[in-house]
């Protein structure tokens, strides 16, 4: 089950942190109000940055509503792997009602699991060095 809470150790702090997911991204899952990147960590949680722009989505109401979302979905679904994940917002992503939002989300968290799961049944190597370490 996860892990109920969103504290420090389940986010991305540093520029450095985020500069490393944007720089060596393994997945990402694209959509038109949004994109995820991601990278495995070595850590053991899965941290979430959060991008959402005054460009993107204008008002501070949407900023915030959009952000509460995401980090509801990452803090309720469960992933195979720790990763490092960045969430962009894209041009209009506080348009979507509460239910459409957490509906893709939720799509786009699957999405991201089922890349995983294939991932690593194609390279169990990847699986066998994370339970080593």
């Known amino acids: 089950m996860p892990r109920a809470t969103f504290g420090k150790d389940r986010r991305l702090l540093k520029a450095s942190e985020f500069k490393e997911v944007f720089d060596n991204n393994a997945f990402r899952v694209a959509h038109p109000k949004h994109l995820l990147l991601v990278k495995p960590n070595d850590t053991e949680v899965s941290r979430l940055g959060l991008v959402v722009g005054k460009k993107n989505v204008p008002t501070a109401v949407g900023r915030n509503r959009v952000k509460r979302a995401v980090r509801e979905i990452f803090r309720t679904t469960p992933l195979p792997l720790s990763l490092d994940i960045i969430f962009l917002a894209r041009k209009d992503a506080d348009k979507l009602s509460p239910a459409e939002m957490t509906a893709l989300l939720q799509q786009s968290w699957a ?23």
């Open 111 to 133: 999405r991201l699991s089922a890349r995983l799961e294939k991932e690593t049944k194609k390279d169990p190597k990847k699986q066998a060095g994370k339970d080593n370490a």
